[in-house]
Nanobody, 124 residues
Framework: VQLQASGGGLVQAGDSLRLSCAAS????????WGWFRQAPGKEREFAAAIDLGSSRKYYADSVKGRFDISRDNAENTVYLQMNSLKPEDTAVYYC??????????????????WGQGTLVTVSS
């Protein structure tokens, strides 16, 4: 299984970015997908998740209303659209995969595979 995250960069506060995570080595449509982030000196935290059928999306309170997670099963890719970015959104963003979202979505140990991370830096 390989997860390749991309799309990070340096932006100004208020700008938008779209992160992508391309997956291979697994049946993409049979899994739930998520994004986590880790700011400098802090622990990794949950940002967003989407279930198998895209019917349910979950967001951390800190990104709710600004971020949108989506998936394209035909392209084996999950996206994170980030709008109205703030300096506190600066972090390395990781995509992750798990079988379903029955249990708590923000529990890191329940996510099976992880991408390598892509750095997002938001300047004030």
């Amino acid at each position: 299984v390989q997860l390749q995250a991309s799309g990070g960069g340096l932006v100004q506060a208020g700008d938008s970015l779209r992160l992508s995570c391309a997956a291979s080595g697994l049946a993409f449509s049979n899994y739930a997908w998520g994004w986590f982030r880790q700011a400098p000196g802090k622990e990794r935290e949950f940002a967003a998740a989407i279930d198998l059928g895209s019917s349910r999306k979950y967001y951390a309170d800190s990104v709710k209303g600004r971020f949108d997670i989506s998936r394209d099963n035909a392209e084996n890719t999950v996206y994170l659209q980030m709008n109205s970015l703030k300096p506190e959104d600066t972090a390395v963003y990781y995509c992750a995969v798990r079988r379903d979202l029955v249990l708590k979505v923000d529990t890191i140990s329940l996510w099976g595979y992880w991408g390598q991370g892509t750095l997002v830096t938001v300047s004030s």
